[in-house]
C-alpha cells in the first residue's frame, strides 16, 4: 500500500482507511509499532498521532470494557534457590497481551480493581 504522491514537496497524503489500516497491522502476527512503521515509511510518531486523531474523530474504537482472555499456567519450573518460608503467599509475574501488540506484565498478588484500572490506562493510550 502507498499513498499518492503529490507536487513537487513529494509529501504524501494517506486516506483515512489506510491510516486504519496501518494502525491495525501493529501487533498482527507480532508485528510491533516500529515494524510498521518501517514497513510503511512512516515514523512511529505519525501512527500515534494518526491514532489519537481518528479515535477522536470517532473512526477509531477504543474498547470500553478489558478483555480478559483465558491463561493457561505451566508446571513451575525447579530452582537451585531454596524456598522461602517466610512468603505468606506465593506470587508470580502474568503476562498478559493487550490490543493493539502491547504486553502488560504484572504481579499475580495485584488486585483486581487495581488490574481493571491499569488495563484501562494501558489502552486508552
Known amino acids: 500500500m502507498r499513498a499518492e504522491i503529490l507536487g513537487l514537496e ?5 486516506t483515512d482507511q ?8 501493529v501487533g498482527v502476527n ?8 518501517r514497513r510503511y515509511e512512516i515514523t512511529r510518531q505519525q501512527i500515534y498521532t494518526w491514532r489519537h486523531d ?13 478483555v480478559f482472555l483465558p491463561v493457561e499456567m505451566g508446571l513451575p519450573s525447579r ?8 512468603s505468606s503467599r506465593a506470587t ?20 483486581a480493581v487495581h488490574l481493571t484500572r491499569l488495563i484501562r490506562s494501558v489502552e486508552a493510550a
Open 92 to 111: 508470580s509475574i502474568v503476562e498478559l497481551c493487550l490490543s493493539q501488540g502491547r504486553t502488560l506484565r504484572f504481579d499475580s498478588g495485584i488486585e
Open 30 to 37: 507480532g508485528a510491533t509499532l516500529t515494524d510498521v512503521a
Open 10 to 14: 513529494r509529501r504524501r497524503r494517506w
Open 79 to 86: 530452582s537451585l534457590e531454596p524456598a522461602y518460608e517466610e
Open 54 to 66: 481518528l479515535k477522536k474523530r470517532g473512526l477509531l474504537l477504543a474498547p470500553i470494557e478489558p
Open 18 to 25: 489506510q491510516k486504519m489500516e496501518i494502525i491495525g497491522s
